[in-house]
């Protein structure tokens, strides 16, 4: 199973430091392309998107979340944090040990 991340620039450049494959994206056009890429890719098991774009594509990824079996897709912050209302990464971990 591979990860796969979808972000802009800056969060791309941080993940494909650590070897992990990344596309750069602008814009609702790029994002969707990018997440039909990953569902027609057998071994993209999970999809690190950020928090931005997902909302640009939120249709998509809740047809996807909720009609497919693969890929897993999660929300992440980009470089410039956590949008307002939404937990940080760090409460998100807590969240997901406590269970």
């Known amino acids: ?10 969060t791309c450049l941080a993940f494909a430091l650590g070897g992990i494959t990344t596309r750069a994206v602008k814009g609702r056009e790029k994002t969707v392309a990018a997440l039909q890429f990953a569902v027609e890719n057998q071994r993209i098991g999970l999809v690190l998107i950020t928090e931005k ?47």
């Open 1 to 10: 199973m591979q990860v796969f991340v979808i972000a802009d620039h800056s």
């Open 53 to 99: 774009l997902a909302a640009l594509v939120r249709p998509e990824v809740e047809k996807i979340l909720y009609t497919m079996r693969r890929p897993l897709i999660v929300e992440i912050p980009d470089t410039g944090g956590s949008l307002p209302g939404r937990p940080s990464a760090g409460e998100l971990m807590m969240s997901l040990m406590r269970r």
